[in-house]
């Protein structure tokens, strides 16, 4: 784990070396970082809503709710403003 990561460094390569003596040197922008090594944590799973919000992406067409003011058309609301002059 990098300590004192900065955002700069999200999603950008960073160097890692390891020497044959088992040193590991990672490198951003040719200055060398500190880190810890973190063995017994464990990748925790991820939740399953962007799989969620692919099925949604797929369907392709939109349907209003019940509520949508689509659905709510009255016609003597929608009167045409020329017919009252006549």
């Not at 004192?4 to 044959?20: C, G, P």
């Not at 490198?27 to 973190?38: C, K, P, Q, T």
């Not at 399953?48 to 659905?71: C, D, L, T, V």
Request: charged share 35%; with cysteine; proline share 9%.
């Amino acid at each position: 784990m990098i300590e004192n990561a900065s955002i700069a460094m999200r999603r950008r390569q960073t160097l890692v070396l390891e020497h044959f003596d088992g040193r590991l040197v990672i490198r951003f922008n040719g200055r060398d970082l500190n880190y810890r090594e973190v063995r017994d944590a464990k990748p925790q799973p991820r939740p399953a809503q962007k799989e969620k919000k692919a099925q949604e992406k797929k369907n392709g067409k939109y349907i209003p709710p019940p509520n949508h003011p689509w659905r709510n058309w009255e016609p003597h609301l929608h009167h045409n403003c020329y017919l009252e002059r006549i």
